[in-house]
Each structure stands twice: as structure tokens, then as C-alpha cells.
């Protein structure tokens, strides 16, 4: 890897931090409807942390995910300090797990790739949040005893927006990159394939 990649990643992660501070922020303007939050519904950490580990693999995704909150929190009091730990180990897994997995599924076709290492690292890391959650977060917390329940609900029905946009969302931008020629292409012939 050349100094030329590195500082490029590092650029990518400093950009893909900030969203994780100014994304938030913007949703959150956006005013409530009943229960119907935009800034919490979108879960709009995950999209920039889960860009950062697919762009520039699974170490700068990992501090994306760790750093992205901790300066979102400090800057903006988003997540406020009883979530934070937990959201950072969320957005952690899920930079860590992208990136990890992008480098590891070659099947051929770049969106196949995308789309596999996406929803593999977002089920992953719901699934271990939930774990960690359960074992190490929840019984010292006043919210009482974590369920299944409680975790499926959290997780997967209240976030199922946020799910969706990222499932558009994160392709979208990543083949924009490449043609923009901010990011290499996979295979020789990704233009013709995908």
C-alpha cells in the first residue's frame, strides 16, 4: 500500500467521521411527527460507517465506527452518554465487518459483493450489539431485563427504514465514487458487469 492510499483512506475516514456528526444533525432539525423521529428512525451514523469500512476496508471502518460517535456525543450530545457505548460498539462492528468482508467475497459481480458484505455486516452487528447489549450493558441499566423482544424491535422493526435507505443508499454512492474515479473498481470489466 503507498503513502498516496493511505492518506487517501485517511481523507475518506476524516470525511465519513464528520457525516457521522453533521448527518445526525441534520435529521434532527427536521421536527418530529408523533413518535416518528428522522434522526433516530434513519440511524444516520450507520450509512457513513458502513461506507468507510466498504471504501477503505475493516481498520479504518473500525475507527470510523468507534470515533463517529464519540465526536457526534462530545460535539452534539447525539448519542447522549447512556447510549453512546453501546453505539459505538454497533457502528464499530458494522465498520469492522464491512470492511473485513468486502476484501473477503469476490463473486465476479462488484454489486453482488456490495450487497453480501452489506447485509452480512449489518446482521452481524445487530446480532453481537444484542449480545453485548444483553450481557453488559442491559442489567446494569434501569430499563430492566433485555429481551429478544425488546432486541428485535430495536434493532430490526424500529430501524427497518434506516435498513432500507442503506440498502439503496450505500451501492448508489459507492459506484458513484468509482465513477467519479474516487474509488478503484474490483474487477477488470465492472463497467460491462454491473
Known sequence: MTKTTD???????????????????????????GSFNLGVVLSPMHLPVLLCGLICGWSYGLACGIIGPFLSSLITSMPGWAKLPTMMVE?????????ALIELIRTGRQILDLYISLILAML???????????????PR????????QAWATGYFVSAFPGIIMQLILIPILYVGLQRAKLVPYRYQNAKNKD
Open 7 to 33: 492518506l487517501t483512506k485517511t481523507a475518506t475516514t476524516a470525511v465519513c467521521i464528520s457525516l457521522c456528526v453533521v448527518l445526525p444533525l441534520a435529521l434532527h432539525f427536521i421536527p418530529a411527527v
Open 91 to 99: 457502528l464499530a462492528l458494522y465498520g469492522l465487518i464491512s470492511g
Open 124 to 138: 452481524t452487528g445487530r446480532i453481537f450489539t444484542g449480545i453485548i447489549r444483553a450481557f453488559i450493558f442491559a
Open 141 to 148: 441499566s434501569e430499563e430492566g431485563v433485555y429481551t429478544i
